[in-house]
């Protein structure tokens, strides 16, 4: 009888110290998962990324040879973080860089490709193919 | 020791553990489970890299076969032409030179011969060096025989070659750990033993 | 009789209504820690799946590049169109047909005709949708990814190697 009236209860300190300590560790966890989401991000757009490169790569491999011939300059395209074709420059999130070179020491209509996607926002290369086509004369 | 066990003092403290404990599961586990992710993701982009590397070695070998290709058409061209050779269709004469010289250089080559057409076909496999599963590339190219009618001209300016085949593939991953159990049933037709 | 007049100190009070702070923010912060754990884990199956439907294709594609034996073929399987893959060698006279249906990415590989019954479902998927540029020889997969509140398509151009 005398046990159940005895009111045991918290002490201030245990509760703050629980307290503190509780709020330690959920900050901790909570960028735990706010880390998981970026690499999620991250994954996402290097995966998007590489679809976008590699496509860049099976265009320049269905043309014809004078068409090859004709892109002399490197083809660059800009998009913005959600994908999107855009023009400006100082918007834009990614930039796909693809060069066309034809090497001659291994034969005529023999080109080197590359492919790049650049984060513009952290001038990281996300992706890079590099790749060889030969442009022989079809029927 | 007993009533320290029973006076419940300080029970907080084992729930904030067992609370902290359960939080770190979580954050651990969706950890975990990005970081499976961007492996993944990174794994794709490496694999696609080496396949268009691979790509790239063997546009050389066609560019490089492409050379011998051509370079046969015209002594063909020019045997004919200074009546070095004695048959007449240029066809044949081109023919066997191109298997010539292409078995000498070591290309896979075979000639199928049907009542209608003849067909020349080249193999071509490239393969990845360093790596485990190595990729290969398998390259089934038709050598295209221009007609005898054609002009010399048509002949040389026709197209040498059309790709039948552009294959990739990789031996599947061999287990070389793999558990072996004992046959149970060793030797099927010894006779059990039968106790009188 | 004295009414009872019980003492509560202020400083009490505020203690009290720091627990209370406390305890809603620590709900809050559970609410919030699930929803993005459960965020997380979709976003990734989500990403998975994608990775493995275009795997998938991309596989059967290069692996069976032969002249003329890969086309888009429409009304194949109950009026849906398919990639059609015909073999060759030892497994001459098979094809392999790959659709897309009610969310999951089908392939039928058989030498009959091709039905929904002897189909295997290989990855479950929000859309795909097969394009044919013949000028090209280009086969061009589009993949619906869910972006927010909307689905947009994710293009991916495969060029056949071979004539």
């Known amino acids: 009888m005398k046990r159940l009236l005895k009111n045991e209860g918290f002490t201030l300190i245990e509760v703050i110290m629980s307290i503190a300590i509780l709020s330690i560790v959920s900050a901790v966890v909570l960028q735990l998962f706010i880390s998981s989401m970026d690499l999620n991000n991250k994954s996402r757009t290097i995966d998007v990324a590489g679809v976008y490169a590699a496509n860049a790569i099976e265009n320049l491999k269905a043309l014809t040879s004078e068409e090859a011939r004709v892109i002399k300059q490197d083809q660059e395209w800009l998009y913005d973080s959600d994908w999107q074709l855009i023009n400006d420059n100082k918007s834009a999130q990614f930039k796909l860089v693809v060069k066309l070179r034809e090497n001659i020491d291994v034969a005529e209509n023999f080109y080197e490709i590359q492919s790049k996607m650049i984060d513009q926002k952290t001038d990281e290369v996300l992706v890079e193919y590099i790749t060889g086509h030969y442009y022989f004369k079809k029927e | 020791m007993i009533r320290m066990l029973r006076s419940e003092r300080g029970s907080t403290s084992i729930l904030v553990v067992i609370f902290m404990i359960v939080l770190m599961i979580f954050g651990l586990s969706i950890l975990t489970t990005s970081i499976s992710n961007t492996r993944l993701a990174e794994k794709k982009r490496v694999w696609l890299s080496e396949y268009y590397l691979l790509e790239g070695y063997t546009a050389r070998e066609l560019a490089m076969l492409d050379n011998i290709i051509t370079k046969n058409k015209n002594e063909t061209v020019t045997d004919l032409e200074n009546s070095l050779i004695d048959e007449d269709a240029r066809s044949q004469v081109y023919i066997k030179k191109i298997i010539e010289d292409l078995e000498n250089q070591g290309y896979w080559v075979s000639l199928l011969e049907s009542e209608l057409e003849k067909e020349l076909v080249v193999y071509l496999e490239i393969k990845e060096n360093d790596s485990e599963i190595p990729k290969h590339l398998s390259l089934d190219l038709k050598l295209i025989i221009p007609d005898d009618l054609l002009s010399d001209d048509d002949f040389l300016n026709n197209a040498n070659f059309e790709i039948a085949g552009h294959t990739e593939w990789q031996k599947p991953f061999d287990f070389e750990e793999s558990i072996k159990f004992e046959d149970p049933f060793e030797n099927p037709f010894e006779e059990p033993i039968v106790n009188e | ?163």
């Open chain 3, 1 to 163: 009789m004295k009414s009872r007049r019980s003492k509560v100190s202020i400083e009490s009070i505020m203690v009290m209504l720091l627990m209370i702070a406390f305890s809603i923010a620590v709900s809050l912060m559970i609410t919030q820690g699930s929803q993005i754990f459960k965020q997380s884990i979709d976003n990734k199956e989500e990403d998975e799946n994608l990775r493995i439907a275009m795997s998938y294709i991309n596989m059967r594609i290069k692996q069976n590049d032969y002249a003329d034996k890969i086309n888009l073929e429409s009304n194949v399987i109950e009026g849906l169109s398919a990639i059609v893959i015909e073999h060759i060698d030892e497994e001459e006279g098979f094809r392999s047909y790959i659709y897309y249906d009610d969310n999951y990415l089908y392939e039928c590989y058989t030498d009959e005709i091709p039905t929904k019954e002897i189909s295997t479902q290989i990855i479950d998927s929000n859309g795909i949708r097969f394009e044919e540029r013949i000028d090209k020889n280009q086969l061009v997969i589009y993949y619906s990814q869910r972006r927010g509140q909307d689905m947009i398509e994710l293009e991916q151009i495969i060029t056949l190697r071979s004539n």
